[in-house]
């Protein structure tokens, strides 16, 4: 088969209602390569993002026993509903972890950075139809054609997938997979795909896919929380909001915490974190001491750092979570992209909103250039593009094991700084070079 017979042939099985709701994407003619030591690498990964998001909850409960600085549960607690904190101290069960762990990777000239960690990740069921499709048209691709179905039913052996309002994009995908469980794994339990309202028959297990900061639109949540806390169903990923933030790469980096990394993470697994998750400010306005200064910055203050120059400012500004603004590309502020005045705005505002909202300060990496061909959905001929990756590792932490399902390639045009599912992005399963 022909790279554009290829092509068409992966645009000719999607599904007639699609993956995503009113969303397509570039197609390739074959899955995105990468070498086999790069592959290695992301299946080592798995396991050692399973310990950091482990240190993770452990820190979190530490602090708030006091067994830790209380600084950090009182950090992480910001802005989170009352109600809902005190159900996470209350009912957080020791190494009760979203078993679903997708971290962004930029894929750099010298291996790929980690922007950030997802655990209520979309995509699911669109790289477990792309591993399938690419696979049956005779590509070999990382987790094999049933890879990500399997991690899947390994993590939920049946029962409700529960679907938001917001996330409703997600929705066909998640028919799609649950259909397909069900299709190849048939028994007494099956796999059902629900809305967010109250119910009186959920399964002993459930799948939550929707925000935590979008409880108050999720009528489901109270009775959801009400059964988990009473033992009646298992959720995952677990109610815990502290695990949903993204300032827990800046603790990572915070010194004061780096016996606490060392010693839960392991020495092997802390140093190999520490060469892919990037350097993290927690954006904090309290003064520093006149002798101290922001590490890596060589500033005494933020206002000092509102002065540096855009080929100075190398930084991504994050809300850290709980906000509407916390996901895909939004309330994502390209630093170097900005002009004085509006770089000083920004920063300004960040550090007011620390008190309800903390933001993070991450250093930016450039991503390598690929060259790749695409097929639209609505042309018969291939173009070329050149772009930017972002790998999409999906890792399955079932009791005993970590796998690695599959991953996604998510191929940006050149010009693009933030990479993720735009409609001119191609997207692909993730294939392993031959030996």
Not at 205 to 219: I, K, W
Not at 375 to 398: I, T
Request: hydrophobic share 45%; charged share 25%; glycine share 8%.
């Amino acid at each position: 088969m022909s790279p554009v017979e290829t092509a068409r042939a992966v645009r000719d099985a999607l599904p007639d209602d699609g993956l995503f709701h009113e969303k397509d994407w570039r197609i390739s003619p074959r899955p995105f390569e990468i070498s086999r030591r790069l592959a290695e690498e992301i299946e080592k990964l798995g396991y050692r993002l399973m310990l950091f998001v482990r240190a993770c909850d452990q820190l979190y409960r530490l602090s708030a026993d006091g067994r830790q600085p209380t600084w950090v549960a009182g950090l992480l607690d910001r802005g989170k509903p009352p109600e809902l904190v005190a159900w996470q101290r209350a009912h957080g069960v020791a190494g009760d972890i979203p078993q679903v762990i997708r971290p962004d990777l930029i894929l750099t000239d010298d291996g790929f950075t980690i922007a950030e960690v997802d655990s209520v990740p979309g995509g699911i069921g669109l790289t477990a139809w792309l591993n399938k499709t690419y696979a049956g048209l005779g590509h070999e691709v990382l987790g094999g054609a049933d890879g990500m179905t399997r991690g899947f039913r390994d993590i939920l052996p049946g029962g409700d997938i529960i679907v938001s309002d917001e996330a409703a994009t997600y929705r066909p995908e998640m028919e799609w997979l649950a259909a397909e469980l069900n299709a190849k794994f048939p028994g007494d339990t099956r796999w059902r795909v629900l809305g967010a309202e109250p119910r009186d028959d959920w399964q002993p297990r459930a799948y939550r896919f929707f925000e935590l900061f979008d409880l108050a639109n999720v009528p489901a949540s109270g009775p959801l929380m009400a059964a988990a806390a009473s033992g009646a169903v298992s959720v995952t990923p677990p109610f815990k909001p502290a695990l949903e933030e993204k300032l827990w790469f800046a603790l990572f980096w915070i010194k004061p915490l780096e016996q606490f990394w060392r010693r839960e993470l392991g020495a092997r697994a802390f140093l190999a974190l520490r060469r892919v998750i990037p350097f993290t400010w927690l954006l904090d306005p309290e003064p520093l001491p006149r002798h101290a200064v922001l590490p890596r910055l060589d500033a005494q203050s933020w206002d000092d750092v509102a002065e540096f120059s855009q080929k100075s400012r190398r930084f991504i500004m994050k809300i850290s979570g709980f906000s509407e603004l916390a996901w895909g590309s939004r309330g994502v502020v390209v630093a170097f992209d900005l002009p004085q005045s509006k770089w000083k705005s920004e920063l300004a505002s960040a550090l007011a909103d620390f008190p309800h909202r903390p933001h993070i300060l991450q250093e930016f990496h450039t991503g390598r250039l690929v060259e790749e061909s695409f097929l639209a959905l609505d042309s018969e001929s291939l173009e070329p593009m050149r772009g930017r990756v972002r790998l999409c590792p999906y890792f399955f932490v079932a009791p005993k094991s970590v796998t690695c399902g599959g991953a996604l390639a998510t191929i940006c045009p050149d010009d693009k700084k933030l990479l993720h599912g735009m409609r001119d992005a191609i997207l692909a399963p993730v294939g392993v070079a031959p030996r």
